[in-house]
T-cell receptor
Framework: RKEVEQDPGPFNVPEGATVAFNCTYS??????FFWYRQDCRKEPKLLMS???SGNEDGRFTAQLNRASQYISLLIRDSKLSDSATYLC?????????????FGQGTTLQVKP | EAGVVQSPRYKIIEKKQPVAFWCNPI?????LYWYRQNLGQGPELLIR????????DSQLPKDRFSAERLKGVDSTLKIQPAELGDSAVYLC??????????????FGPGTRLTVL
């Protein structure tokens, strides 16, 4: 079983739609969680960190459920520019040392 | 401020040939990472440096891969000899604070390697 698992998609949605991505992780000792965004043939960039209390950044909302070892990302009012691959990322282990484990990514295509 | 710089951006070689990738991290960033990203997958860590010390190289295939980070700044990743399965994008990243799991990692544009 992979340490971080995501549905690879692709998710094809119309502009203005709300879309949710899910991610599960296997190491219950993990302390830090992130969503990165990767545009086609570009490098990954941090989209947002994920906190236990849930956090929101504009149209983006991230949630963490430690009991279920589950992370989600919700995008409201999708824009064409949101088309990208979204990578679920977990810091490996309880020592929180900076070793990141990436999921395979979920591809989003927003269509006019 | 300049981001993480990598070169070359693209490299095509024949199998069994050697290849090297270079990375210059963001100024002041003490931690440097090399990742490999296969098509349709997320990046996988190969090696992590804190200053000039390799603190995690457990995923580095040591029979053919080597890395160095002289003076704790620039880094080079080498493959010798390359195999067909090494075709991937090699990403370098850096972060400011060693050992801090919450510290943001900034990625370079990567080197796209094709082994024929």
């Amino acid at each position: 079983r992979k340490e971080v698992e995501q549905d690879p998609g692709p998710f094809n949605v119309p502009e203005g739609a709300t879309v949710a991505f899910n991610c599960t992780y296997s190491n219950s000792a993990s302390q830090s969680f992130f969503w990165y965004r990767q545009d086609c043939r570009k490098e990954p960039k941090l989209l947002m960190s994920v906190y236990s209390s849930g956090n929101e950044d504009g149209r983006f909302t991230a949630q963490l459920n430690r009991a279920s070892q589950y992370i989600s990302l919700l995008i409201r009012d999708s824009k064409l520019s949101d088309s990208a691959t979204y990578l679920c990322v977990v810091n490996s282990g309880s020592s929180n040392t900076g070793k990141l484990i990436f999921g395979q990514g979920t591809t989003l295509q927003v269509k006019p | 401020e300049a981001g993480v710089v990598q070169s070359p951006r693209y490299k095509i070689i024949e199998k069994k040939q050697p290849v090297a990738f270079w990375c210059n991290p963001i100024s002041g960033h003490n931690t440097l990472y090399w990742y490999r990203q296969n098509l349709g997958q997320g990046p996988e860590l190969l090696i992590r440096y804190e200053n000039e010390e390799a603190v995690d190289d457990s995923q580095l295939p040591k029979d053919r891969f080597s890395a160095e980070r002289l003076k704790g700044v620039d880094s080079t990743l080498k493959i010798q000899p390359a195999e067909l399965g090494d075709s991937a994008v090699y990403l370098c990243a850096s972060s400011q604070v060693p050992g801090l799991g919450t510290d943001t990692q900034y990625f370079g544009p990567g080197t796209r390697l094709t082994v024929l």
